[in-house]
């Protein structure tokens, strides 16, 4: 075995045995519950952008993105930019090493305020960037997505709107099926359903209605996706647990 492989198999023991470790599981539900509580996720920042993401999932966006080497990535939820702009610097990092040279995010909200467009619009990596304003289950806007996904090859897609059950089933129905074979569908916020209901008492979502309900609903129909658990197994902390969807076929 070289040191390559045999640096590769100590990595999948360690997580292997991550899954198991009970206790550390439990510190770190504990922690990403009192980190949200404390907004936690508010205060980064990328190439200049708020992103509103847990900084241990974007290592984990990271590296799904390498190795997918996706054409095309489709978001739902904008916000400020920072999500769609992280996932354009890194099809920008993938072409630069190689990887399709027109990669582009396409991202999606009901609301994109005026001045987080203009910013957005006039940041570097905009040029690899196209944002739809609408529902992102109506069906003028799916019709856009499915327009501009046709000549691609390799799709990713990631859910991160309203998390409501109805919402998130909707979008999965919606766009999951674009996920080409060995890629992923992550549907963010998974964690809703773990934690106590009052840490999102001012939203519409709460354990019971929310992504991860959503996920568990559409898989029973669905198995050309598995969840890997061996993400949430190595991340611990993340707010996807059971939302990073794989593609199997």
């Not at 439990?26 to 949200?36: A, F, T």
């Not at 409501?164 to 674009?178: F, K, P, R």
Request: proline share 4%.
């Amino acid at each position: 075995m070289n040191p390559i492989e045999e640096f590769e198999q100590e990595r999948e023991k360690r997580i292997a045995n991550l899954g198991r470790d009970l206790a550390f599981q439990k510190q770190s539900r504990d922690w990403l519950e009192q980190s949200m509580r404390r907004q936690y996720v508010y205060n980064f920042s990328w190439l200049g952008r708020p992103i509103i993401q847990n900084p241990i999932d974007m290592m984990a966006m990271q590296e799904l993105i390498w190795t997918v080497q996706p054409d095309l990535i489709i978001e739902t939820g904008i916000a400020h930019g920072g999500s769609i702009i992280y996932s354009a610097s890194l099809l920008e990092l993938n072409a630069a090493c190689g990887g399709n040279p027109d990669a582009m995010v396409v991202g999606i909200d009901i609301d994109i305020r005026e001045h987080n467009r203009e910013a957005i619009l006039q940041h570097p990596m905009s040029r690899r960037i196209r944002m739809l304003q609408g529902s992102s289950v109506a069906q003028e806007i799916v019709s856009q997505v499915y327009e501009l996904a046709k000549d691609k090859k390799k799709i990713m897609v990631f859910l991160d709107s309203n998390h409501t059950h109805e919402h998130v089933l909707a979008e999965l129905h919606a766009y999951a099926n674009l996920v080409s074979k060995d890629s992923y569908c992550v549907v963010f916020d998974t964690f809703v359903e773990d934690v106590p209901e009052d840490v999102f008492e001012d939203r519409p979502w709460s354990p019971g209605n929310s992504p991860k309900t959503a996920v568990h609903t559409y898989l029973q129909a669905h198995s050309e996706f598995v969840i890997d658990q061996s993400m949430h197994h190595k991340l611990q902390i993340t707010v996807a647990p059971d939302g990073f969807l794989k593609r199997v076929r």
